[in-house]
């Protein structure tokens, strides 16, 4: 059976996994067919033919129209079959020639009487009123080819073909940071529930890239890792378009990615299993820390002037943070927000061959309003962190960075001479 690609509209081998002429992936929701029963060229997974409303795969096969369609004059059948194939993705002002030459077809009947008028010229007022029935007829079929628009949206729907459904949304002007904070934290679990609901909605969450396919439009995976217990992680079917210039992604960089929930994708693995995944039209990405970002969700949370303990490990207490305008000029980064931190731990067991005392940093992850990882900052502090024998506190200080300015969390690990981990979180409410 003879098809056509829905991208460049070439002819292909209706079995084709790629079209040999603008090389994009193909699937059966991105070929082009005409239907055994009218003629009528239709997307191949279509289970009905919107024209005729029979099923196209449920006949022979034949390339062929149907004898409805053989009756037209075949000077004006062939041009328009070589231009249906556009009807599925094309602008409407190209579809209207196509309608218009389509409609030529159905007058047909009302013209064949006119030699006749050679024979009783006197007779023939009658085709004005047989234009009104033509243009009657007509309606039907401009109403018909509206729904091509919503034909093309499902086209490009289908996995590697979502150039219009995927591709980068045009922010209208609107900044990259007010984009981002504009996104809401998103779980996989809800979101793959029911993806209908949260369509448009603007949503974030980080994970790893993978199987990814290049084009103008960079289709990817992106497997969601589970930053809250309990609320599920899962693969997202995602499509970004690079800016000029803008580094590629590969798989297995970490990523937190911004945009807008696309609904859900389906598409079908060579093993005939059909699978479905949340949809996200990307609109921005920055690299992440995932082991730092999960680590940022473990353990108890507690806030300054709170005590953290561990039953014969250890105490910590944050004590006071002050932000400061100091800048560091030999920084290499240019942070939105500079803390001072003031903490203490006592040492309530701990004992290793390997060191003097139990060392406690809350700098290591550092979580910013907007969910970006902190880092320590170069400024001069007057008591850092200490090894501490047992029985024994320290006071000690350490400054921070943030990019953006507002509440930030600490997260602090602790490890027993076993190498147990123990964590906890301080959520700092800073103005």
Not at 32 to 47: A, F, T
Not at 60 to 75: D, L, R
Not at 298 to 325: N, P, R, S
Not at 334 to 355: C, F, I, K, M, W
Request: glycine share 8%; hydrophobic share 35%; charged share 25%.
């Amino acid at each position: 059976m003879m098809a056509w690609c829905v991208y460049c509209r070439n002819a292909i081998s209706d079995d084709a996994e790629r079209c040999p002429s603008c090389e994009k992936p193909l699937t059966d929701g991105s070929k082009v067919i005409r239907c055994p029963s009218c003629g009528k060229y239709i997307l191949k997974n279509s289970k009905q033919c919107r024209y005729c409303g029979k099923d196209p795969h449920a006949a022979s096969g034949a390339e062929e129209p149907a004898p409805t369609e053989k009756a037209a004059p075949t000077k004006e059948t062939a041009p328009a079959e070589e231009k249906t194939p556009a009807e599925e993705n094309v602008p409407a002002e190209k579809n209207t020639p196509v309608e218009e030459t389509a409609s030529t077809e159905e007058p047909a009947p009302a013209e064949k009487p006119s030699p006749a008028e050679k024979a009783a010229p006197t007779e023939r007022p009658a085709p004005p009123a047989a234009a009104k029935p033509q243009s009657a007829k007509a309606k039907p079929k401009k109403r018909r080819w509206l729904l091509l628009p919503l034909v093309a949206a499902l086209a490009v729907g289908v996995f590697f073909g979502a150039r219009t459904l995927l591709g980068k949304k045009d922010s209208g002007g609107e900044t990259r940071e007010a984009y981002i904070a504009s996104c809401k934290a998103a779980t996989y679990a809800l979101v793959s529930r029911d993806a209908k609901r949260y369509e448009g909605d603007r949503l974030t969450f980080s994970g790893t890239v993978t199987e990814l396919v290049y084009g103008g439009t960079v289709v990817f995976h992106i497997d969601q890792i589970d930053l809250d217990a309990g609320l599920g992680s899962g693969t997202w079917y995602a499509a970004y378009t690079p800016a000029d210039g803008e580094s590629v992604l590969r798989a297995g960089d970490e990523i937190t990615v911004y945009g807008e929930c696309a609904g859900s994708e389906s598409y079908t693995l060579p093993s005939g299993e059909s699978v479905t995944l949340p949809a996200i039209r990307v609109a921005y990405y920055e690299a992440a820390e995932l082991d730092k970002l999960l680590a940022a969700r473990q353990g108890e949370t507690f806030g300054v002037g709170e005590t953290w303990t561990v039953d014969g490990l250890c105490a910590v207490t944050i004590t006071g943070v002050a932000e400061t305008k100091d800048r560091n000029p030999d920084a290499k980064t240019s942070p939105a927000a500079v803390y001072y931190v003031d903490y203490t731990y006592t040492n309530l067991g701990y004992r290793s061959e390997s060191s003097d005392g139990i060392y406690i940093a809350v700098d290591e992850i550092v979580l910013d309003s907007a969910g970006k990882i902190g880092y320590a900052y170069p400024n001069r502090v007057d008591s850092e962190p200490r090894p501490t024998p047992v029985g024994e506190t320290c006071a000690a200080r350490c400054c921070i960075g943030l990019d953006h300015v507002g509440p930030f969390q600490l997260t602090v690990t602790v490890n027993d001479p076993v190498f147990t981990a123990y964590t906890a979180r301080f959520n700092i409410n800073a103005a």
